[in-house]
């Protein structure tokens, strides 16, 4: 485990001195900025998806200390970590393909916190095969949209794997709209007010 943070730390002062070194020429040095930003971008989602799987991982063991040190950091709040916490569960246990993504450096934490968000908005009904799809469908886009654009995605993909179900869902959420917009009506009818 020394050698692996030994390892990180080399590749990490390897950066700061690609940072600090000087060129006189304006576009190698905005190229070589660009390039440290794009290298610690990616390394810093791959550290990421790191500390959820090891976080996933000691759930699964049962390591509770691990977990309580997670959870009262003082990095972090507590309602952070156990967002966190939560996220670490659900890559490894329902959505693989986006925690393979944040492992390779393909997204970024908060891409994969919220697509996860998105896609945890589906109906429960859907299969294994149908997650499986929606994450291949989702992943085509995180290099054109931000999170917000990805979680609103990640909530319409039900109409790809399973229109009709989409449909039916769609028109129940109008039904009830129309239902409370008539109880609003309703309440503001002339008689329900006392003119003195």
Known sequence: MNE?????????????????????????????????IASTRDVEAQLAGLRLRAMHEASLSGAAAVLDEVQH???TTVGEATAMLKLSLELGERFPKIADALNEGRISLQQANA???GLRKLPSH?????????????????DTL?????RVLATRLVHL?????????EKKRLEAEERAAMR?????HPSRFRWS
Not at 4 to 33: C, F, S
């Open 4 to 36: 692996a943070v030994d390892l990180g730390q080399r590749y990490v002062a390897a950066l700061w001195d690609a940072l600090n070194t000087h060129i006189a020429d304006p576009g190698a040095a905005a190229a070589r900025l660009g390039a440290v």
């Open 73 to 75: 950091s003082v990095s």
């Open 115 to 117: 697509i996860v968000t």
């Open 126 to 142: 859907l299969t294994r095969a149908d997650l499986a799809t929606c994450q291949d469908t989702i992943l085509d886009y995180v």
């Open 146 to 150: 931000g999170p917000t654009q990805l």
């Open 161 to 169: 794997v399973d229109p009709e179900g989409a449909e039916e869902e």
């Open 184 to 188: 609003g009506v309703a309440s503001l």
